[in-house]
């Protein structure tokens, strides 16, 4: 068994599309007209074929609540890995991204966390 699609629950689909694409670097892979939404999904472009992260529509009122929860205590939607979490603290920093955690040395790992400017905190990592 494997992680096929994992669901971030955004406030604007275009605006989440442009953003982990232009700014985080994953690819489009899926871009369906579903109505007034849209079946989007994006992948890393190192490993385009595994695990698809959706960018799913918050209009739910159970999301807005669970959404709402997680940013107030600072919990991150979604974790994603990287070679070098201060490097990419610096890039993203130098275009605009805002972080509410700095890099932070956890022992064995390294985190920080971004606004998606969609609703949602993000967790970078990478482990030692």
């Given at each position: ?17 442009r953003f982990?694409t232009?700014v ?13 939404d ?14 698809e ?6 209009r ?12 107030k ?6 974790s ?28 064995m ?16 990592v990478?482990?030692?």
């Amino acid at each position: 068994m494997r992680i096929h699609q994992v669901s971030i629950f955004v406030d604007d689909q275009e605006k989440a599309l442009r953003f982990y694409t232009d700014v985080l670097g994953f690819v489009k892979r899926y871009d369906v007209p579903m109505g007034e939404d849209r079946w989007i999904t994006v992948v890393s472009p190192e490993a385009p074929g595994e695990t698809e992260l959706v960018l799913e529509p918050d209009r739910h009122p159970v999301v807005n609540a669970y959404k709402a929860g997680l940013a107030k205590d600072g919990i991150p939607a979604v974790s994603f890995a990287v070679d070098d979490v201060q490097a990419e603290y610096d890039r993203l920093g130098k275009i605009g991204v805002l972080f509410t955690q700095q890099p932070l040395d956890m022992g064995m790992s390294v985190t920080a966390v971004l606004d998606d400017t969609c609703g949602n905190l993000v967790q970078i990592v990478h482990l030692k």
